[in-house]
């Protein structure tokens, strides 16, 4: 599959693959539903707030924190991305954190379409990474973070090494 590298929404045959081929998480633990464009260095994503998952709240809402998870799944698709493109195999990654998470908002509101967007600030060969990452609803800033992450080369021999006693 060829992959398009416009920033623009994509259509027709350049539809991109599934989320579920972009992201390793599965069921619940999978939060975006669908990447609409991608570059080199960006991407946007969506998500949407479902009143009735794991996470809601009884309003039906998802709790702000939870927006760094939506963030790194956003850079894994990415990566995800950049790799299928490059005739690569999508591997997994690691998120380390973030310095600052601002959200502005104590919760995402139950039935949002959130939009998620990711800028690459720092990739290391190494396999280091830092995004520059926004979530936006109905057109507000919703939350805003500096994401590291870290994607090994062999990722079992990573956790084997982590924890090893």
Known sequence: MTLPT???ALEG????????????HRGTMLLLDSV???DDESLTAYASVRSDAWYADREGAMPAWIGVELMAQAIAAHVGLLAMRAGENVRPGVLLGTR????????FPGGAQLCITIKEVL?????????????????????EAIVKVYQPRNFQTFIEEAFKP
């Open 123 to 143: 990739r290391s060969e190494e396999g280091h990474g830092a995004y520059a990452c926004t979530i936006g609803h109905e057109g507000a800033l919703c939350a």
């Open 13 to 24: 045959d350049t539809a991109l693959p599934p989320i579920e081929q972009l992201v390793p």
């Open 36 to 38: 609409s464009a991608f």
């Open 6 to 8: 416009s920033t623009h």
């Open 100 to 107: 600052r998470y601002e959200a502005r908002m104590p919760a």
